[in-house]
Nanobody
Framework: QVQLVESGGGLVQPGGSLRLSCAAS????????IGWFRQAPGKEREFVAG????????FYGTSARGRFTVAGDNAKKTVYLQMNRLTPDDTAIYYC????????????????WGQGTQVTVSS
């Protein structure tokens, strides 16, 4: 059974950094990537970043480009999201998900989701 567990969220001041982790287990051969999404109160869930599990190629959404870095550790079966220069607009619940098929930025392309980890950027 596919299981995804996020960790690393918390409260950080504007301009600070956080590193989120997504520990994956039970992935099937069809799960070829891991994606990070976030959802702020009253807003739709949006794609942040993703990584191919076969090539380690990263993908970034508009909000992440230039500030966030996604990387994987195959030995630990963990994907990381390093977030720098955080702003209050980055406040959201961050989810990781297992990609099945389709565009990496679309929610329906993922078939398993973690429970999420809260990130709050505030002074």
């Amino acid at each position: 059974q596919v299981q995804l567990v996020e960790s690393g969220g918390g409260l950080v001041q504007p301009g600070g950094s956080l590193r989120l982790s997504c520990a994956a287990s039970g992935l099937t051969p069809e799960n070829d990537g891991i994606g990070w999404f976030r959802q702020a109160p009253g807003k739709e869930r949006e794609f942040v970043a993703g990584i191919s599990l076969s090539s380690d190629s990263p993908f970034y959404g508009t909000s992440a480009r230039g500030r966030f870095t996604v990387a994987g550790d195959n030995a630990k079966k963990t994907v990381y999201l390093q977030m720098n220069r955080l702003t209050p607009d980055d406040t959201a619940i961050y989810y990781c998900a297992a990609h099945r098929s389709g565009s990496v930025s679309i929610i329906t392309s993922y078939d398993r989701w973690g429970q999420g980890t809260q990130v709050t950027v505030s002074s």
